[in-house]
Each structure stands twice: as structure tokens, then as C-alpha cells.
């Protein structure tokens, strides 16, 4: 508040005139919102543009950023997308559709530690939600077992490589076959002795 106010009338008249100032700020705004809301489906550079126009006259604008965040979709630019979004998301940290959408991109960005961290903060804000549970599974892993899976994809492990106990599958495997080596109808012969 400015030094000269004193009273209450003064300190109410400040600020409701700096609301008004904000709604004009914001009102005026709302030209360029529109037109780049129009050209996001005809050309997503044109809607960046226009969007950080109004950016630039008001850097907090949830229209501006929401636009900007969506043609950087388009465009596949992932790290503008995130950074638009994560402004939404500052402002607006309990809106599901905002954090799963940032979630998203910072998963994209190389950042699926973050994004597992603010879905899990939400959902146990919400925990019958959802759809924010099917975003978190989408970033917890699938399998806490360590290793195997990598060279069993590219085709050069076999599935002994993604059991615990490799000794065993071999082991297993032998047991199984139909002509058996010396040593492994030994350890048969012994191991049915004992039971």
C-alpha cells in the first residue's frame, strides 16, 4: 500500500482500484486470447506468438500459458510445454487436469521422479479418484526386480536372465529334458533318495 494511505477508506479505495485495474488489464487482454485460441487450430507458431503476446503484458495469465502449453504440444517442443505448465500448475496446484498434464511432460522432459511425486502428493489429497491413480501407476514401476529385462528386449538375453536365481532355472532346465547328462540324473537319483 502506498505511504499516503491512512485510514480505512483510504486502504479500501487502493485496492479496489487495483482490482480494477486488474480486470481492465485482464480484460484487455482477452482480444489476443481469443485469436490465439482461433488461429491453435489452424497453426499452432501463429497461437505461440499471439499467446506470448499476452504473456508479455501479463506473465501470470492462465489463458495465455494454457494456450502456449498446447501449440508447444503441437509444435513438439516438450520443455515450453512444461514450462507453461508448470506456471499453471503454480497457480493452481489441486487441479487434477493441470498436474497430469504436467506430470506428463516432465516425464517427457526426463523427469519422472518429479511427476511421480506431485501425482502421489494429489492423490493422497484424492485417494478415490481415478484418474490420478491411473497416472501415478503410469510412473511407478512395473517390477521391482533388478536387471534382465533390457537384453531379454533387444533380443540378446534369454529368460534365464530376468529369473532371481539363475542356478536354479539352469538347473530346472535339465531336469526337464528327456535325455539327461550323468551328472544331473546323479543329483536326481540323490535328491529322491532323501525324500
Not at 495469465?61 to 513438439?76: D, F, P, Q, Y
Not at 493441470?98 to 511432460?105: E, H, K, L, N, T
Not at 484418474?131 to 501407476?137: H, R, S, T, V
Not at 536365481?165 to 547328462?181: C, M, Y
Request: no cysteine; hydrophobic share 35%; aromatic share 6%.
Amino acid at each position: 500500500m502506498p505511504q499516503g494511505i491512512t485510514n480505512g477508506t483510504d486502504a479500501e479505495s487502493w485496492k479496489s482500484g487495483w482490482v480494477f485495474k486488474k480486470m481492465l488489464h485482464s480484460a484487455g487482454s482477452s482480444p489476443g486470447i481469443a485469436k490465439a485460441q482461433v488461429a491453435l487450430h489452424r497453426n499452432a507458431a501463429e497461437a505461440m506468438q499471439l499467446a506470448e503476446q499476452v504473456l508479455n503484458s501479463d506473465p501470470t495469465s492462465s489463458a495465455g500459458h494454457r494456450i502456449v502449453a498446447e501449440a508447444a504440444r503441437i509444435l513438439e517442443m516438450p520443455f515450453t510445454e512444461m514450462m507453461s505448465l508448470e506456471v499453471l500448475f503454480t497457480n493452481s496446484p489441486r487441479n487434477k487436469d493441470v498436474a497430469i498434464q504436467f506430470a506428463y511432460s516432465l516425464g517427457a522432459t526426463g523427469n519422472p521422479a518429479l511427476a511421480e511425486t506431485i501425482l502421489g502428493e494429489l492423490y493422497r489429497t484424492n485417494p478415490t479418484d481415478n484418474d490420478l491413480a491411473q497416472a501415478l501407476k503410469n510412473y511407478r514401476p512395473q517390477d521391482s526386480r533388478p536387471g534382465g529385462y533390457e537384453a531379454l528386449a533387444d533380443g540378446s538375453g534369454s529368460y534365464r536372465d530376468i529369473l532371481r536365481n539363475k542356478e536354479e532355472a539352469v538347473t530346472l532346465e535339465q531336469e526337464n529334458r528327456q535325455v539327461k547328462s550323468e551328472d544331473t540324473a546323479e543329483r536326481l537319483i540323490r535328491s529322491m533318495k532323501r525324500v
